[in-house]
């Protein structure tokens, strides 16, 4: 039996420890510490490139389509993890504008309210709406299914080795 969602738990990892890294600056600046600009635009970069262009893309594509598979409260579900897609990015440009101006409270507050929506956002996902997915799909949708997502995987921002080397670099700044 394939696990059409598999790929996408392992992303929520990689998008854990990004969010570990969001909290380390809300850490830092209220403890009065400064911010490199180069570590922040990666933060960003990452939560652009692989968060939205990739991760999203994979479940908007291939995961919210199987849940209006559902009945009405599937599908609520699946409104519920569109509209904290739209908030996650909306809350990204608020943070880069936020960021790119000067206004450290305004990007520490849309930092806190990101964090926190990530990872509501993952508990939800991973403990019931990938049920469902797996659930509403037969073996030959996710074979299907797991070739589109690998396909995205090979574009530049995807690759699972240059996100894992960007994870790295933040990890390497947060150690010293």
């Avoid at 919210?64 to 897609?85: T, Y």
């Avoid at 504008?97 to 520490?108: A, R």
Wanted: charged share 30%.
């Amino acid at each position: 039996m394939l696990g059409v969602t598999l790929k996408l738990q392992e992303e929520h990892i990689t998008i854990e420890r990004l969010r570990g890294s969001l909290d380390w600056d809300i850490i830092r600046v209220e403890a009065g510490g400064a911010l490199d600009n180069d570590f922040v635009m990666s933060q960003l970069r990452l939560l652009k490139d692989f968060v939205i262009s990739c991760h999203f893309r994979k479940e908007e594509l291939y995961i919210f389509p199987l849940l209006k598979r559902g009945g009405s409260d599937v599908m609520e579900l699946e409104r519920r993890l569109e509209r904290d897609h739209e908030e996650v990015k909306r809350l990204v440009s608020q943070a880069e504008s936020s960021w790119v101006n000067g206004d450290l409270e305004g990007f520490v507050s849309q930092l806190r309210r990101l964090s926190e929506l990530l990872k509501d956002h993952q508990n939800v996902e991973n403990s019931v709406a990938f049920a469902y997915a797996e659930m509403y799909a037969d073996d030959n949708e996710k074979e299907r299914l797991l070739n589109e997502m690998n396909s995205i995987d090979d574009e530049p921002p995807c690759r699972p080795e240059s996100v894992d080397a960007a994870i790295g670099y933040l990890y390497s700044v947060i150690e010293g």
